[in-house]
């Protein structure tokens, strides 16, 4: 009997099971694929975004700095007109100053009008010399710098205290160490030490001449740099006492602690009580009421002792702080601006060249 012949086709079972598994490599393959790519996308936006903000920045930036430049022409145009001004009234004194020297002395009414006109022209050009004097910054002899301050200089009564303990000596903890163990001249001349001084000198020679003022040096106690005088005020009128005032002051030594609250309790003894006061320190107390006589002091502490010397000063009298470095007193400059605030004083921390 003869075998039917089979009829070939062409997808067979085999072949669909190759189709199926090539279909699903290359599904795979494509997620794979895509999967690697997302990322690459997302950054691209992002550094597409972070492009567009820092051109934004630039322009804002460049737009500021015309504004600046705007602006400093603007003064260089108004100093240069008051510088132009004072020239021209110096010109005019001189002028009138020949007229009066070639006057008959029997004219007695033509000189007194140019007399008169001559102290006019005096107090115009005195104006402008203050008006260049509170410029924010100008140089003053040997290169000194006076800057806009904001220091509040009215009262009839103003103290100075001045902190004369052993972290005077300089801004960081070891070369406070090293100084400390040298003499007593090197340590006078201590950078620090003498900006504290011609600071305190700055203050009392723009006090007003009718007023009095009283200068404490402090470490863990305090007493005024004029002996016998600690709880009485002193005339500023009196030229010999503003001098022997900053001289004590020179004369000492930086040593010891600090306690704020010794300072401030000592205020209670000046009759009548200060009406400004003027704070020269460079860090946060580090004694109490009750002094210590070893071991170190915590931060916490320190805040502490702080806290305690502003209870006992009150709210009554504003105080100026004038704030230089210390290494590692972290707290001191939030401390003493929330002194400068509840006191309605001022803060102010100087650069190294003023006054």
Known sequence: MARKQRIGTTFSLSFLDIMSCGLGATVLLF???????????????????????????????????????????????????????????????????????????????????????????????????QAGGDRVRQYVGEGQRQYLTGIKMGGQRTLILVDRSASMLDETIVNVVIRRNQSDEIKRQSPKWQQAVDIADWIITNLEPDTRFQLYSFNVEAESTVPGTTDSWLPVSEEVVLNGAIQGLRGQLPEKGTSLINVFSRISNLNPQPDNIFLITDGLPTQGKLLLTNGSVSGRERVAYFNEALDEL???????????????DYFAASAFWTMAVRTRGSFLTPSRDWP
Request: proline letters at 4%; aromatic letters at 0%.
């Open 314 to 328: 009150g709210q009554n009298i504003p105080v100026n702080v004038l704030l230089l470095p210390m290494e590692g």
């Open 31 to 129: 997620l794979i694929v895509r999967h690697n790519i997302d990322p690459v996308v997302q950054v691209s936006t992002d550094l597409n975004a972070e492009t567009e903000m820092l051109q934004e920045e630039i322009r804002i930036g460049e737009e500021n700095l015309v504004r600046i430049r705007n602006t400093i022409s603007d003064i260089d145009d108004q100093l240069a007109q008051a510088t132009g001004l004072a020239r021209q009234i110096q010109d005019e004194i001189e002028n009138l100053q020949r007229q009066i020297e070639q006057l008959d002395p029997n004219a007695v009414e033509s000189l007194a009008e140019l007399e008169q006109r001559l102290a006019e022209l005096e107090s115009q050009r005195s104006l402008l010399q």
